[in-house]
């Protein structure tokens, strides 16, 4: 067992990692992608027919777009045992005439859901927590106004709570996206594209993040609409091979073009998800295989397996059975210097692996992770110092140097799940590591800690 829970007051509970005695050997199984869940809950939404999708994550993320679709009178039969969700599309249409929805603190609902209520009549409200009340979204805003539905921030912060009124669905037409924010604004827009009046082109300005992008527009084509693209823009300037794709600076979508139901839609395995295990075997020198996960995978989350642990002096082996990742002899990690834009998420997991390599690691291009459940990089600085560790916290990223030993303490998670999961990688190798508020994993892996302790 790896971990216990304590319990320090009414509802207050902490979570005691401990140490592996031995390198891990085990396989694992982690749910489905949120990513790709939330997105093909939109596609089938959008669909002609009825879509079933396989293996989709149960969490109070893709809850929270579950039950929103229903209060927008999407008729939703969802089995958590079997991991299963039926979806009645209507063709582009939206049931409920009005509809208020509160979307808690899932950034991805409330952005795909802004542009999906472009498609009714209204009007629509979309809100959120205190931090849902920080997050951005302008851009996505301004974009769907310029098509044709005026949409806005009714406390004029760009921000929710929002407002949108159709008044009979989205016209089209040409706008600029900015993607400094989120790249969630560009998919959220191109998945809905097909129903407006006319076409759609979209032309990206700022900062792209191109995987989650590139998901999107695979999974369209899965479900039968096309995207064209036009322009590239320039590669980063980087020191190593992690640089950012050459993009597409103009996205067309056809007006017209529908979705076909799915009847037997496969949700891959979380890549972020999956990145907690491949990690723990990075730092003991463990094997660890995930079920499931395969090199043509949609998410770019998978290239924290397949590019930044071999960087790191692991090995990455893929076979029928799925990923597997071999950690160096005593975990003897390399540091690295990586720009973790297109893998954001992934960077806090690096970060739990930073102190216990050879040499400093330094991750660039995140600024937009300070918007997201938490400051994710204020976060991650201020507790690997608490742990004793030196760490440089610059605008768009960090530096965090080697150290000797770990000091013992609380790590604070500020309600965000990928801040509990990565730091919990740290106890697996020193004493003392607690984490503060585990239940906040709920958000994406509710059983997050029996897996840790599985690898026991």
């Known amino acids: 067992m790896t971990g216990t829970p304590d319990v320090r007051g009414p509802g207050a509970e902490t979570y005691t990692v401990r140490r592996l005695v031995r390198p891990p050997n085990v396989t ?9 869940t939330n997105r093909a809950l939109i596609l089938a939404a959008l669909s002609d027919g009825c879509s079933t999708l396989f293996g989709a994550l149960d969490s109070q993320d893709t809850r929270v777009m579950t039950n929103s679709l229903q209060r927008l009178g999407f008729k939703l039969k969802a089995d958590e045992e079997m991991g299963t969700v039926r979806v009645e599309g209507m063709g582009g249409a939206i049931p409920a005439a009005k509809a208020d929805l509160f979307l808690e603190n899932s950034g991805t609902s409330i952005r795909f859901l802004t542009a999906l209520c472009s498609l009714g009549e209204g009007p629509y409200s979309l809100d959120g927590g205190a931090r849902m009340r920080l997050r951005p979204q302008a851009d996505l805003l301004d974009a769907l106004t310029g098509l044709g539905t005026p949409a806005r921030s009714l406390a004029g912060t760009g921000s929710p709570p929002i407002l949108v009124e159709p008044h009979g669905g989205l016209r089209g ?14 998919s959220a827009l191109l998945m809905v594209a097909p129903y407006a009046r006319e076409d759609v082109a979209l032309d990206t300005r700022g900062t792209l993040r191109p995987h989650y992008v590139e998901l999107t527009v695979r999974m369209m084509e899965q479900w039968g609409v096309t995207v064209a693209t036009s322009g590239q823009s320039d590669k980063s300037d980087t020191t190593n091979h992690f640089d950012r794709l050459a993009l597409p600076r103009a996205y067309h979508v056809r ?19 999956a990145s907690y295990f491949f990690g723990a075997a990075a730092l003991t020198g463990g094997r660890v295989t995930v079920n499931g996960l395969r090199g043509d995978s949609l998410q770019g989350d998978i290239r924290f397996a397949t590019e930044v642990l071999p960087a790191m002096g692991c090995t990455t082996i893929l076979d029928s059975e799925g990923l597997t990742v071999q950690g ?63 760490v440089d916290e610059r605008p768009d990223g960090w530096t965090i140097y080697p150290v ?53």
């Not at 992770?369 to 004793?388: H, N």
Request: net charge positive.
């Open 28 to 36: 694992v199984s982690v749910p489905g992608s949120k990513s790709v």
């Open 328 to 390: 160096p002899a005593h975990g003897r990690l390399k540091g690295v210097t990586l720009d973790m834009s297109a893998i954001s998420d992934t960077s806090i997991t690096l970060a739990a692996l930073a102190p216990f390599a050879s040499t400093p690691t330094t991750v660039s291009n995140i600024a937009h992770t300070r918007l997201q459940e938490c400051d994710r990089i204020s976060a991650v600085c201020a507790e690997l110092t608490k742990l004793g560790v030196r």
């Open 404 to 456: 000797e030993s770990i000091a013992p303490g609380t790590v604070l998670t500020y309600n965000d799940h990928r801040i509990a999961m990565s730091f919990a990688l740290i106890g697996l190798r020193a004493k003392g590591i607690v984490i503060d508020d585990p239940g906040c994993v709920a958000k994406t892996f509710p059983h997050y800690w029996d897996r840790l302790q599985a690898l026991a």
């Open 173 to 186: 037409g040409r706008v600029q996206v900015g993607s400094d924010a989120s790249s969630q604004f560009l």
């Open 255 to 273: 007006a017209g073009q529908r979705y076909r139901a799915q009847p037997a839609y496969a949700i891959e395995p979380d890549a972020s998800s």
